[in-house]
């Protein structure tokens, strides 16, 4: 397809986090909740602990869903802004959100059926109370997974048109709302796993009828179209190939956590969310990377799309080390936060020195990751991801089940699953082959 150039698209650091900030907030206000929900349950023992361990990552199936709707919005939405036309941008979210919709409803009634054997599967046959207590919170937290993939659909077309501002509201207002509302549920009404499954649902739901509501004050045609979902479904499937990568990597550390009984998948469930919570502070600048180099792309500017890459790899790195050191600095005080079992924190200490020498080497990861999401380089992105999860993840996973490694060898596989993907995406980078030009690709 043709392009139209427009000018050199502005890769200056103010650009680039003028819409990484907002779009910081949108990222950090679901973790955070996720980590009001762990230090809430937390210091209920560690049984509700080990349940929200064990339910979560099930339900971070579904958000990761939700990351790959928005992701392939936005990357199609910027180019088309890029190349001049903000309307066909909006459509995209429109056909994204019908697509959202759908998925949310059909996974909604699915886990009414699947939580119970997907609990007791992850728990292990020597842990009744623990995937009882999981099901319960995962029937009801599931409710909320319509709300969270139309949301999640507003968030990409809207980072797709470079507005990072208006997400920031629809997102952090219900989540707030939410934090209220788990303790209040789980300790004065008595509600348990059940009152946090509920202040979950609340947000989600809440969320998506904002994004909803924008999406109709733009007044465009908001019939669905079947060809262009199933396009989208089609453009989508090597983004879901990598998230279902992801989600069978850690659900398969989760399950071998589990094997070394309550207090190691506590921690275990402590020092993930964490992780999550800083993977998504970085992914900043790479829902920034998205926004800028696909418009760069669309509008037929490849060397700023190349000099957005490289910039936004380096401050990538630099936010990595310093999480390093707030986190290394925080090892003997933030565990005690979310539990009071002295075994839970214990063992929380393993993962740690794990979990800090990382962050740098993620922080470019994940910058670099959003670059490739934002010029359409997705199937690079499935095999990269497919290999390093089954051919370095796995199997340092299930060695540390046969030699008992416990939580250190988990997070050591963790480690080694980040460097297979540096060194992968670094290649790419340097190629060059990556960086298509115009409007779709």
Do not use: K
Request: hydrophobic share 55%.
């Amino acid at each position: 397809m043709a392009t139209r150039s427009s000018g050199p698209v502005d890769a200056s650091a103010r650009r680039i986090f003028g819409l990484a900030l907002p779009a910081l907030v949108v990222l950090a206000a679901e973790p955070l909740y996720v980590l009001v929900d762990t230090a809430v349950l937390g210091h209920l023992g560690s049984v509700p602990l080990a349940a929200l361990a064990v339910g979560g990552p099930v339900m971070t199936l579904v958000v990761w869903i939700g990351t790959v709707t928005a992701y392939g919005t936005t990357g199609r939405a910027a180019r088309r802004f890029g190349y001049g036309d903000r309307t066909a941008a909006v459509a995209e979210g429109v056909q994204s959100s019908w697509l959202a919709l759908g998925a949310g409803l059909l996974l909604a009634v699915a886990m009414q059926f699947a939580a119970g054997p997907l609990a007791r599967t992850v728990a292990g046959p020597g842990s009744p109370e623990v995937a009882d207590g999981a099901a319960l919170w995962l029937r009801i937290a599931v409710i909320g997974a319509p709300g969270l993939l139309l949301a999640a659909a507003g968030n990409g077309w809207m980072r797709g048109v470079q507005d990072t501002r208006r997400p920031l509201w629809f997102v952090l207002g219900p989540n707030l709302l939410s934090a209220l509302l788990c303790p209040l549920l789980v300790y004065p009404a008595g509600l348990g796993l059940a009152g946090s499954a509920i202040a979950n649902a609340v947000a989600q739901t809440l969320s998506g009828l904002l994004f909803a509501g924008a999406l109709v004050a733009e007044r465009v045609p908001l019939a669905p179209r079947p060809r262009v979902i199933g396009r989208q479904l089609v453009l989508s499937r090597d983004l879901l190939i990598r998230g279902a990568a992801f989600q069978a990597s850690f659900l398969s550390a989760t399950t071998v956590a589990a094997r070394f009984g309550v207090a190691a998948v506590g921690a275990h469930q402590i020092a993930l969310q964490l992780w999550f919570f800083t993977a998504l502070l970085l992914d900043a600048l790479a829902i920034a990377a998205q926004a800028l180099v696909g418009a760069a792309l669309g509008a037929g500017d490849a060397a700023s799309a190349r000099l957005l890459g490289r910039r936004i790899a380096i401050y990538g790195g630099i936010c990595g080390v310093g999480f390093a050191v707030l986190i290394g600095v925080g090892a003997g005080i933030v565990p005690a936060w979310f539990s009071d079992d002295p075994h839970v924190r214990e063992q929380a200490m393993v993962a740690w020195p794990w979990f800090v020498g990382m962050q740098p080497l993620a922080g470019v990861v994940f910058a670099l990751d959003g670059v490739l999401i934002g010029a359409g380089d997705v199937r690079f992105l499935r095999n990269l991801t497919v290999v390093s999860g089954f051919g370095v993840f796995l199997p340092a996973i299930w060695l540390t089940s046969a030699l008992d490694l416990g939580l250190g060898g988990i997070w050591a596989g963790l480690t080694l699953f980040i460097v297979a993907r540096l060194v992968g995406l670094l290649f790419r980078m340097r190629s060059g082959r990556w960086a298509v030009l115009g409007a779709t690709r």
